[in-house]
């Protein structure tokens, strides 16, 4: 049977007896705009330079004194959620996307991936012929996914993207980032050492994709998504970078938080009467801090600043190749962050995330022997409480949480040839959520997003339009009903006034307590009118619940160690009985998409046809801050347990034999966290040593086979120090993990969101 395509001319016997007809490829106009969205990882309210701070961000700065600065923006809570109500102008919870995408429920509202009944941007700006890319964090598709093994359904490619580069988690490495080049992984062009650093090659990465898009086609309009690791953890940044802020914090964060908030006020970036929120739970008064915890809070302060510094850096660079190109007027640029600042540093901050989230608190007094490292490569830090809530100033609370710290973040509109000129460097104090941008952008291309796309019948854009906002600061707010839910969390915001309830997890819903603000007067959620306005209250608790039937909020789910465990099934990447085999040739493979070692009984077995002079990784998981890797040198086979720098080594004392050879690795967990490290040849015991820390979680970076990539896990080595004999393949039996085990597993990844 032969398949006609659509054909709107003749066909006849002959070329002459017939008319023939070409298809016209859409196109959205001559006049049509670029566009361009910048999204900030962790970043608080008072961060950019235009916000408060006293960071240098002259290129975020520049963009907002030439464009528009909002100043009542609002997003999720967390960093999946907010991406899918971003790329899609709809509420993350009818899209899919509850939480972060490393999970699926079996409700509509976490799939792990956002809907297909809800095209992204990119799938609308691309059918109607604008030429789409993506670089940086993806974050959108469930990790055990995110394997070159597919499916890649989920991945940016298959959701409008026509380029893509960057990473699929939520969480890199700055020096050594998980890196995907369309579909498929691909190696960092560079090291610590040749002076490499992410956020640089993203932007390099994004010049060249709309270089090659305008200089081909300069006709089409393009799309960028422009996703920054930064300022996620690990806080790292280009030595230079950290020599510039060395002493500026030495004040803490009281001084520096109340200078914050005075220029916030100078500059009306919140209204006059706002009052600075106290202190948050757990943080102390700098004045109380030993001179330890003073000094490692600073220099972890400066961390972020250099890091934040550094970044603006690269969107100066990516806005110069926009003047360049002659593409800058024409593109509607629009930055702003996913949430409010991490809480995950804790009370004093750590060298390492995965310490915390074993459940480890790292002692300041302890953690300053290493405090040169924080920056670099040598450590994966994150901030203290008390400089987060800094961040936030002048808000509560953090990212994960509902109030407005959570979700009360800076955004900056620049359209030199749609905003005008005498509005440019004013500012706009509307209510305006993450799901309304991509309404703008359509509103300003004038594009209708169809009902269907690839086959799928979509659902309606919910997100409003503030086109009107950017001509007239004294336009009414196009949004005056906005809810939020965050694993159980809730909050409310209609004409000026807002709900908020703090949920604990495990606690029933009627023995908690809303709040209830009037932010027209009380910005900083100060004054909680929960008791003296019952019936405003009661009325906007039921907006809520209503809000959360049109939205697809329901079920509410306050789960976490249940969550994030891998969902042991057959046709996944993890079989029911536990048991994983892997042969080379293959690809770095992440995390959630491998056997895991943390916490658990594990067996692994390389199986080698061994001559003498072979040698290399047979199998790591981790980086030079911790993890694991089994490797043959000088003859010897060899195990380096990293615990967070603390390497426990164990040589065979006899050489590999010639020829096939199980070379196994039995990792055994004791008591109060110890456990010990066996090898074998054959099932012939031949070493073993104890382990003083049995790692529950060992990094957020996933293992690779006949290598190491990445930073090198062992000091033994340098990476890759890929394997030169014959790898017939790695056996691994996991088996399951205690409760406490994932409660540290679950712990970890919402860190890493």
Known sequence: MVVKNEFHGKIGRTHKESEPWFA????????????????????????????????DTPNIDALAANGLQFTNFHVTPLCSPTRAALLTGRSNHAVGM????????????????????????????????????????????????????????????????????????????????????????????????????????????????IGDFKGVRPDRPFLGYVAFGATHAPHQAPPEYMAKYKGKYD?????????????????????????????????????????????????????????????????????????????????????????????????????????????????????????????????????????????????????????????????????????????????RDQFVHVSDIVATVYDIVGITPPDVVKGYEQ?????????????????????????????????????????????????????????LYDLNVDRSECNDLADSQPAKLAEMVDLWWQQAETHGVLPLDDRGVELFGARFRAHSPHPENRKYTYRPPMSPMPGQAAAGLGGRT????????????????????????????????????????????????????????????????????GENRTGTVSLDFDGVEVASAGVSLYMSMMSSVGPSLGQDHGSAVSTRYHSPFAYTGDLLQVTIDAGRKTGAELAAEARSEMGRQ
């Open 459 to 515: 659902m309606p854009v919910t997100g409003r339009s503030f086109k009107p906002v950017i001509n007239d600061a004294a336009a009414p707010a196009t949004n005056t009903v906005q809810y939020f839910e965050n694993a159980g969390s809730l909050a409310i915001v209609a004409h000026g006034w807002k709900a908020v309830l703090k949920h604990t997890s495990g606690q029933p819903y009627d023995n908690e307590k809303w709040e």
């Open 602 to 669: 594990v067996d692994i077995v390389a199986t080698v046809n061994y001559s003498a002079g072979d040698e290399g990784v047979l199998y790591a998981t981790g980086t030079q801050n911790s993890g694991f890797s089994m490797f043959v040198q000088n003859g010897r086979f060899v195990v380096d347990y990293n615990a967070f720098g603390d390497h426990t080594v164990v040589e065979s004392p006899v050489p590999v034999p010639n020829g096939v050879v199980a070379l196994g690795v039995r990792l055994r967990r």
């Open 251 to 427: 004040e803490g964060w009281d001084v520096i938080r109340e200078r914050w908030f005075k220029k916030q006020i100078a500059t009306g970036v919140i209204p006059a009467d706002t009052v600075l929120a106290p202190h948050n739970p757990g943080v102390k008064p700098w004045d109380k801090l030993t001179d330890n915890e003073k000094a490692l809070a600073c220099r972890m302060q400066e961390a972020f600043a250099a890091f934040l510094d550094h970044t603006d850096k690269q969107i100066g660079r990516l806005v110069e190749g926009l003047r360049r190109l002659g593409q800058l007027d024409n593109t509607v640029l629009v930055l702003h962050a996913d949430n409010g600042v991490s809480q995950e540093g804790g009370p004093f901050g750590v060298m390492h995330e995965m310490k915390f989230f074993n459940g480890i608190i790292e002692m300041p007094d302890e953690a300053i022997k290493h405090i040169d490292d924080i920056g670099g490569p040598n450590s994966h830090c994150n901030y203290p409480w008390g400089w987060a809530q800094c961040g936030n100033t002048p808000y509560r609370w953090y990212k994960q949480n509902t109030h407005e710290g959570g979700v009360h973040v800076p955004m900056v509109f620049h359209w030199p040839n749609g905003v005008p000129t005498a509005q440019r460097g004013t500012k």
């Open 24 to 55: 016209v490829p859409a196109h959205p106009g001559e006049d049509a705009p670029n566009v361009i969205l910048i999204l900030m990882d962790d970043t608080g309210f008072a961060q950019f330079g235009c916000f408060g701070s006293d960071i």
């Open 98 to 209: 509850r939480s972060v995408s490393n999970f699926v429920t079996g409700y509509p509202n976490q799939l792990g991936h956002i809907s297909n009944h809800a095209a992204t941007v990119g799938e609308v700006l691309g059918g109607a012929g604008y030429g789409t890319f993506a670089v940086g964090k993806w974050h959108l598709a469930p990790m055990e996914q995110c394997s070159a093994a597919g499916p890649f359904d989920q991945w940016p490619l298959a959701r409008g993207f026509n380029r893509f580069y960057g990473f699929l988690d939520g969480e890199t490495d700055q020096f050594h980032p998980e890196l995907v080049a369309d579909n498929h992984p691909v190696d960092p062009p560079g090291t610590p050492e040749s002076g490499y650093h992410v956020s640089e090659d993203l932007v390099d990465n994004a010049l060249r994709i």
